[in-house]
């Protein structure tokens, strides 16, 4: 391989993955932004700490339901044409929470059921798109792919709140129509794909079939072991459901909670950087473990603080931790996972990993309720630390995993 193949921007060297990952750009800022407005609605509306638990529930919902019909899905249908009109249908729910947030009434219950919509749209995105990832670049260029598509994704999750929380000034309604604005923008990108064809088996939809990419994760230990791992630490550890409220602890407004949103984006995308010119060469499972455990000792520290520029630095360091075993678990699912089943393993990738962060949301809200914001943070932190002690002995082979892909 020449030096210039070795370039960390050799990926972006592929049309497919350039188009790819700008609609991924228009998509994830208008997401986060979007969920910054429902977060800061919902407050203003109810004032209740479970109620932004219920966000996260109607969005992990479709996960729960429809997972496993979206893996088939993009295993047996043209993934790009699934990925369009997931972003179409995207930003028809954010003109949707546009026209509800103008006509200022109907409480919440609205907007749940507007989240039940995009949660599912969500659901079939995630399997298409992750598993057209690997068609679209050189094998030997993947894990490079792999980092740059994860910068790109957080420097987004940086921008998207940032940019919500001064929009939510101007009203909500203005932060929904440019949130359907960027989705449509996503639709076209995707469209303007032309991705090689891979020949795939066109299995017919059976209960067998459905459940292929269970039975295939649970056969490979690798797999389960990063995806569980990353469940249960975001299941304990995710406090961004209660951002919201820490916001009004630390004194800052909608533009203060929009940076601390942004915070753990922020430590992510620089750690997705540095992996993407310095990748991890040994130790990779060991790496994993010890970074979720970080996580979970900086969740505490940030439960504690009543400091914002301290919290800040928390929320960063999780993000940065979490960077490594997203990069670590991304490359092992798509590189020990063949192309007629990405989609299938993909949902269940999300299943355990993507939901969890809405399932997390629901659990933070529901025990912040019975323990207080504050001891509900430091308790799910402190879960975190012992789920790494448990897995540690539960999946030896991930802990032994030395080089990514050999």
Not at 74 to 93: K, N, P, T, Y
Not at 193 to 214: H, N
Not at 231 to 242: E, I, P, W
Not at 275 to 291: E, I, N, T
Request: hydrophobic letters at 55%; proline letters at 4%.
């Amino acid at each position: 391989m020449s030096a210039a193949d070795a370039s960390p921007f050799a990926a972006f060297g592929y049309r497919d993955y350039r188009l790819l990952q700008s609609a991924k750009i228009a998509s994830v800022i208008g997401v986060q932004m979007q969920s910054v407005a429902v977060g800061l609605q919902v407050k203003d509306l109810t004032h209740r700490a479970l109620d932004l638990g219920f966000v996260g529930l109607m969005q992990f919902l479709p996960f729960v339901a429809l997972s496993l019909a979206a893996g088939h899905v993009a295993d047996r249908f043209d993934r790009r044409r699934v990925l369009a009109i997931c972003h179409g249908s995207v930003a028809l729910v954010s003109l949707a929470l546009c026209a509800n947030a103008r006509s200022g009434g109907g409480g919440v219950a609205p907007i749940y059921a507007l989240l039940l919509l995009f949660g599912t749209a969500r659901v079939f995105a995630g399997p298409a798109a992750q598993s057209m990832l690997p068609n679209l670049v050189a094998k030997e260029h993947f894990g490079n792919a792999v980092a740059w598509s994860s910068a790109l994704w957080q420097a987004c999750t940086i921008v998207g709140p940032a940019i919500g929380g001064f929009l939510y000034a101007l009203g909500a309604a203005s932060v929904y129509a440019t949130s359907a604005a960027l989705s449509a923008s996503s639709m076209t990108l995707v469209l303007l794909m032309r991705p090689r064809e891979i020949a795939r088996k066109s299995e017919p939809a059976t209960l067998r079939t459905l459940f292929a990419g269970v039975r295939f994760v649970w056969k490979k230990k690798l797999i389960l072991g990063s995806i569980t791992l990353d469940l249960f630490a975001v299941l304990f550890g995710g406090a961004v459901a209660l951002l919201p409220i820490f916001a009004d602890r630390l004194g800052v407004g909608p533009i203060g909670f929009g940076v601390l949103r942004s915070a753990p984006a922020v430590g992510a995308a620089c750690t997705a950087i540095a992996l993407a010119f310095r990748p991890l060469r040994r130790r990779s499972g060991a790496w994993m473990f010890a970074c979720v455990g970080i996580f979970g000792v900086a969740t505490v520290g940030f439960g504690l603080s009543t400091s914002f520029a301290l919290s800040l630095a928390m929320l960063a360091i999780t993000g940065a931790v979490d960077m490594v075993s997203v990069a670590v678990r991304q490359t092992l699912v798509q590189i020990e996972t063949p192309d007629e089943m990405r989609g299938r393993v993909s949902a269940v990738n999300l299943v355990f990993v993507g939901a969890s962060n809405e399932l997390g949301e629901f659990e933070s809200g529901v025990t912040a309720e019975w323990l207080g914001p504050v001891r509900a943070v430091v308790a799910g932190g402190v879960g975190t630390v012992l789920v790494v002690l448990a897995c540690a002995g539960l999946f030896p082979e991930l802990r032994k995993v030395d080089r990514l892909g050999s």
